[in-house]
């Protein structure tokens, strides 16, 4: 499956696309009966909310399963998708990689438990010789602003920011009078079940907590272009998948 012209240009100017009913409905139900089997044991490796917030607390909240492509068949089935390839091989002008290094996560928005997810860009995590780094995420069930739905801010990923919009942990700062009138420019459309959204690493992004009684369950991975080395003995030279179309 290929992007039109008007996706591509679409992409590349506002740093994100959402694709409507990309993935199967029935893939979606396995992907999420799966998930919250490894949710309910709280299955190494995890991120917690606890641990992303500084919170010394004994208590468990799970932000995020790590390392899913290893986990379950039908984890990697979704993570190396053909009907996907050529539009991530569009948006990245060269063959994608999938780096396992980075997102290959279950991410979760547990009910009143969760916390806000700050305004980032996902690059400041990752080590590569240049951003062409795109990210793809599922829509398990509905997402919406009330229950933590993603929110992106259009053209964030052609801008250099000085230093000083971002806190020490790389958060945009909310206060930074400059900052305040790059978020007003924040959009979001509400996902169902198959959707996905392809965003750049750069590109600006948040979710509030989950004010509602249901849990957000969502699936992320990233590609990079193949051209787009890892850095040698970084978080991010880590084991990849050739995804060849």
Known sequence: MELTKEQVNKFNEDGFLIIKNFAQKDLCDKILEKAKIHLE???????????????????????????????????????????????????????????LAH????????????????????????????????????????EFLENGLLEFIPG???????????????????ENEYNQEIIKNRVHQNLEKGDIVLFHCKTLHHASKNSTDKAKISFVYTVRAKSNKPLENTRSDFKEIILEC
């Not at 991120?47 to 799970?62: D, P």
């Not at 996907?84 to 999938?98: A, E, F, G």
């Not at 980032?120 to 951003?131: A, G, I, K, S, V």
Request: proline fraction near 3%; avoid cysteine.
């Open 103 to 142: 997102h290959n996560s279950i991410m979760t928005k547990l009910p009143h438990e969760s916390t806000r997810t700050f305004w980032h860009q996902d690059r400041r995590y990752w080590n590569f010789e240049n951003d062409d780094l795109v990210s793809v995420w599922l829509a398990l069930d509905e």
């Open 156 to 174: 964030t990923h052609k801008i250099n920011f000085e230093k000083s919009s971002f806190d020490e942990d790389s958060n945009f700062v909310d």
């Open 41 to 99: 044991k709280k299955q190494a490796p995890i991120e917690s909310e606890q641990e992303y917030m500084s919170l010394n607390e004994n208590k468990i909240t799970v932000r995020r399963l790590r390392q899913v492509y290893d986990r379950e068949e039908i984890f990697k089935e979704w993570m190396t998708n053909l009907d996907i390839r050529p539009m991530l091989k569009q948006v990245l002008n060269d063959t994608p990689v999938l780096t």
